[in-house]
């Protein structure tokens, strides 16, 4: 079932193009990876999906579900969630606090949004730390808190937006783990990534997208030996080769 | 109602109750002006905390609190003075078109996304409006309104004693502080906090930050308006100066800065030392004029500097603890 579309999807910023005519289809239970150069409107693709910027052409359907209208809030409430490049946790409210404003869309009762907000921390591994500020966290923790705190608002599709930023081999390593953890949950996936090795192994399919266009779709094999991908990562061509 | 009994069983829940009695029965041994500067303190804390709900929990810095003070004093004094409408009833009522003025401000800003500084300066803009207009064009202009002095009129809002405007506002005190506290352990407390905290993450969350920050200003402006009537009866009078005069928005807006925004007891902790540091130096000098300004500043610079979460946030600091009330 196809649960998120995009038909066309156009966003100007003035004069520039920042995401041009895209198509992309994500199943139900798929997980879907997106990369593509710095620059390439990835972000962009996100926010126009979460309902922070409005379309300049094009379409967003979720579960046949038109998107555009909406305000984020309101996406939200309708199942999709999303992670930030860089984190936002609420700096000065406890990690647990956070995690109980990720469930007070779904369950508004502060008893037993705490309880299954207790869940999600026990989920990620932070359900120790959770009387602690986040500004007091390392970047793994911050950023496996606002995963707690996005997977809390109960969505069916999930916005991942490079979550690997900034950790260590090992954290990365941890991180792959705990998010096809949160794909046995049934939720699906949609990964901005530039850490080769993860999105190779989380994605089932990937989009490689550069200067807002669509320029390759298929499997990460496919992907990692397509002419096109390689020329627009000419950057990075050695660590895509050494996956082949 | 249950919370209230759970207040018997702390330390701190004792401190308060002690401190609640003392605060009831020791004022009948002051001074009439003791107990004045005690109204001062508990009226600006009061505000204090009025203002707090909008800009300490819900993060938006409103720079004209003053005009929904100054809507609560004018309405209830006008209805008063020209109807004999008791002004019991024209608090309420004047509290109501205060809020209809919050809500309206708030729709307008939020709605095209105001906030921070253009908030501040849209808010102000009112309040200076509402001056200009009652200086100028209604309501007694310039020189305001005088209530008649009748003595003892309890049925309107008039005592004779201090100690009975006392009694008032300190009950308006703890109405605000369990409205705070009230606040503070809830799931709209917390979604106030995390618009003060980063908006847009908020919203990713599934939190309508607009529908909340109205809440916010609604609930701020009607509790402010409360405040100026109580301040028109206590002196008996009121002018576009006293109601809308930015004074009293500074006033409000210290307390919470200086005691801890977004808590509850920081705005009164903040009234508590603020209002007699500018009440003592005219008192003591009362030939240098202005002094409490150039001791206020003082004590902004230094909060700023030092302590940019007010007192109770340095006390948390010293204390490595989570002081939630």
Redesign the interface.
């Known amino acids: 079932m196809v649960l998120l579309s995009l038909k066309d999807l156009t966003k100007h910023f003035g004069g520039l193009v920042a995401v041009q005519n895209l198509d992309v289809e994500i199943h139900s239970g798929e997980v879907l990876g997106l990369i593509g150069p710095n620059g390439a409107g990835k972000t962009t693709v996100f926010h126009l999906i ?3 910027l409005k379309p300049s052409k094009g379409e967003i359907f979720f579960k046949n579900q038109p998107l555009i209208h909406l ?3 309101q996406i ?2 309708v199942g999709i ?2 992670t ?1 490049q860089i984190v ?7 990690v647990l ?1 956070n995690v ?3 469930r ?2 779904r369950n ?3 008893e037993s ?1 705490e309880k299954e907000a207790n869940f999600w921390l026990n989920f990620v591994g932070l359900w120790e730390k959770r ?1 602690v500020l986040p500004k007091n966290l390392t970047i793994a923790d911050k950023r496996r808190l606002e995963l707690a ?2 997977l ?2 109960g969505p069916e599709l999930l916005l991942l937006d490079e979550t690997m930023s900034g950790l260590n081999p090992k954290e990365t390593s941890d991180m792959v783990d705990l998010i096809n953890r949160v794909r046995e949950r049934g939720i699906t996936l949609f990964i901005i990534e530039h850490v080769m090795k993860a999105i190779m192994a989380l994605s089932e399919r990937i989009i490689v997208l550069n200067y807002g266009r669509k320029i390759a779709e298929g499997l990460p094999q496919e992907i990692s030996r397509d002419k096109k991908v390689i020329e627009a990562y000419l950057g990075e061509e050695y660590s895509i080769a050494r996956n082949q | 109602m249950i919370e209230l009994t759970k207040l018997f069983y702390s330390t701190k829940s004792r401190i308060f109750l002690i401190l609640l009695i003392l605060g009831m029965i020791g004022p009948i041994f002051l001074s009439e002006y003791l107990i004045h500067i005690l109204i001062i303190i508990l009226l600006y804390g009061y505000l204090g905390q009025c203002w707090n709900i909008l800009g300490g929990y819900a993060g938006q810095f409103s720079f004209g609190h003053a005009a929904f003070f100054g809507v609560g004093g004018y309405f209830s004094t006008y209805m008063y003075v020209k109807f004999q409408l008791s002004p019991w009833i024209g608090l309420f009522l004047g509290a109501i078109l205060a809020m209809a003025l919050g809500l309206f401000i708030g729709y307008l800003s939020f709605r095209y996304g105001l906030k921070g500084f253009f908030f501040a300066l849209l808010t102000m803009a009112c309040s200076e409006t509402l001056r200009i207009l009652a200086q100028n064009w209604m309501l007694g202009k310039s020189a305001g309104i005088l209530i008649p002095l009748q003595g003892s009129d309890p049925l309107n809002f008039q005592f004779d004693k201090k100690i009975f405007y006392y009694y008032v506002v300190l009950a308006m005190m703890i109405f605000i502080s369990l409205v705070a506290h009230k606040i503070e ?3 709209l407390g ?2 106030f ?2 618009i003060r ?2 908006e ?11 529908k909340y920050k109205i809440i916010a200003i609604g609930i701020s402006s009607f509790t402010t308006a409360l405040g100026g009537t109580f301040y028109a009866q206590y002196i008996l009078f009121i002018d576009p100066h006293i109601a809308f005069g930015t004074n009293v928005t500074v006033e409000m807006i210290l307390r919470p800065i200086l005691g801890g925004y977004g808590t509850v007891l920081g705005p009164l902790i903040g009234s508590v030392i603020l209002t007699p540091i500018s009440e003592l130096p005219k008192y003591i000098l009362p030939y240098a004029m202005g002094i409490d300004q150039i001791v206020y500043g003082v004590i902004i610079i230094i909060t700023i500097m030092f302590m940019p979460n007010g007192i109770l946030g340095l006390f948390e600091r010293l204390q490595k603890r ?1 002081l939630t009330y």
């Open positions: 979460s309902g922070f305000k984020p809030h939200c409430e969630s999303r930030y936002r946790p609420f700096l000065n409210l406890t606090m109980m404003l990720g007070y869309v508004n009762q502060l949004a009387e705190r996005a809390a608002t | 352990h809830s799931p917390h979604k906090k995390s905290e980063d847009e993450a908020a919203e990713t969350i599934g939190i309508n930050t607009m989570v």
